[in-house]
């Protein structure tokens, strides 16, 4: 794989701000998902963080990030409750960041040798291809270019397919990764990068 040099990603348009109405809708949405099941307010029994834990002014990318890290409790109260693994789209995920006061003006420029570092690091490889190198979960890590176009839209496809992929990591005995601060940021910065080039086709038989 080739070895990223560039030491920031400079993102294209700058995010669109969030108004009063996304976060409206983010609220909305939080009840219909049921995040208010486990998020409650401070003093009252809930199963996870209390609500003012998670909504506080923070990096859209630092919010992806602990999602991330919290997906298998999360998804482990969930089953234990009955309740279905909730879907949310990516318009969804960006109301809802509106409404956790989460703002990607917050974020740090990605650092793309950090991100393919956490790249290595995280084990990603070990399940997942990226230019056709590493292991056989599709689609190629190139090839996802849609998730990697928003903080929203990345957060949105780990969401929904995050819970597969850490039973899957359990089967295969592959430690679950964690992200702490930057490290999602900077992931993403380079998965965009790398899927920005197009992919080469297969290399031709050499004749004889």
């Not at 949310?88 to 917050?106: C, K, P």
Request: with cysteine; proline share 8%; charged share 25%.
């Amino acid at each position: 794989m080739a070895v990223v040099t560039a030491c920031a990603f400079v993102a294209g348009a700058a995010p669109a701000l969030a108004g009063p109405e996304d976060a409206e809708a983010g609220r909305g949405i939080f009840a219909a998902k049921q995040c208010v099941r486990c998020h409650l307010p401070r003093g009252e029994p809930g199963f996870g963080p209390p609500l003012e834990e998670i909504r506080r002014p923070q990096g859209a990318m630092e919010l992806a990030g602990r999602l991330w890290n919290h997906v298998p409790a999360m998804a482990g109260a969930l089953a234990q409750g009955g309740v279905e693994w909730p879907r949310i789209g990516a318009q969804e995920m960006a109301a809802l960041m509106a409404y956790l006061q989460a703002d990607a003006r917050r974020d740090a420029e990605p650092d793309l040798y950090k991100g393919q570092v956490a790249l290595l690091r995280k084990g990603c490889l070990k399940c997942h291809s990226l230019r056709r190198e590493g292991g056989r979960v599709e689609p190629d890590l190139a090839e996802r270019r849609a998730d990697y176009e928003s903080a929203a839209a990345w957060a949105a496809a780990m969401w929904t397919h995050t819970p597969r992929m850490a039973a899957m990591a359990g089967r295969l005995g592959v430690p679950y990764p964690r992200f702490a601060g930057d490290e999602m940021g900077n992931l993403l910065g380079f998965l965009k990068e790398a899927a920005a080039a197009p992919l080469a086709g297969p290399k031709a038989a050499p004749k004889r």
